[in-house]
């Protein structure tokens, strides 16, 4: 009788993401087979590579043509191989899979956080608030970066499942992680946002023996 359960690849397991990616689906306990792809770009110098990740012994080597077969989605966690490699294989197969980049996806979000950094240097709200004449434009400063944290917040609930609610509830916003409430525009109306506990702590190093 033919295995007609589901397989997920994971190409970059050798990397933190994809173990961490690789745990969370064993502790899911998902109907599918999960399998684990170490791959780095191809080289004419070397077959593969032998490194080392906490300890273990991984061997990385080019993306074999098949390798993907019978996969339904292909997750790319920090992969050394080039995604459009990965894209081209995945094609390649009679059903191509779904193919899901972890990486890209952070990224993407991380370039949100950015621009709302360099749109709070280029506002200046600290130096609209000296003034009542530009009560307007702080408002919608205000409204700008609190709604991009909303949308960064919703974005990131897959990679940061408890931290995305707190942002929320610091933004005094519902907690409704929906997908499309990422979409700019959507932040309620609220008043007295107040400054949140932080999310991720310093944490200091012990200093050097003398």
């Known amino acids: 009788m033919a295995d007609n359960t589901p397989v997920i690849h994971i190409v970059g397991a050798e990397s933190l993401l994809g173990r961490e990616v690789v745990d969370v689906l064993g502790s899911a306990k998902l109907p599918a087979h999960v399998k684990v792809v170490a791959a780095i770009e191809p080289d004419e110098s070397a077959t593969a590579i032998l490194t080392a990740q906490k300890g273990e012994a991984v061997i990385l080597s080019p993306l074999r043509p098949g390798e993907l077969a019978g996969s339904r989605v292909v997750l790319l966690a920090d992969?050394?191989?080039?995604?459009?490699?990965?894209?081209?294989?995945?094609?390649?197969?009679?059903?191509?899979?779904?193919?899901?980049?972890?990486?890209?996806?952070?990224?993407?979000?991380?370039?949100?956080?950015?621009?709302?950094?360099?749109?709070?240097?280029?506002?200046?709200?600290?130096?609209?608030?000296?003034?009542?004449?530009?009560?307007?434009?702080?408002?919608?400063?205000?409204y700008d970066l609190a709604d991009g944290l909303r949308a960064v917040a919703i974005a990131l609930a897959a990679y940061l499942p408890e931290t995305a609610p707190q942002i929320l509830a610091a933004l005094r916003q519902p907690d409704d992680l929906a997908w499309e409430n990422a979409q700019p525009g959507r932040t309620a109306p609220t008043e007295g946002i107040e400054a949140a506990a932080p999310l991720f702590p310093r944490v200091d190093l012990p200093a050097a023996a003398a």
């Open 79 to 142: 992969t050394a191989a080039s995604p459009t490699k990965i894209l081209e294989a995945a094609q390649a197969e009679p059903n191509p899979p779904i193919l899901i980049d972890l990486t890209g996806a952070l990224e993407e979000i991380w370039e949100l956080v950015r621009r709302l950094n360099r749109h709070v240097e280029e506002s200046k709200p600290w130096e609209l608030a000296k003034d009542e004449a530009h009560g307007a434009a702080l408002d919608r400063v205000l």
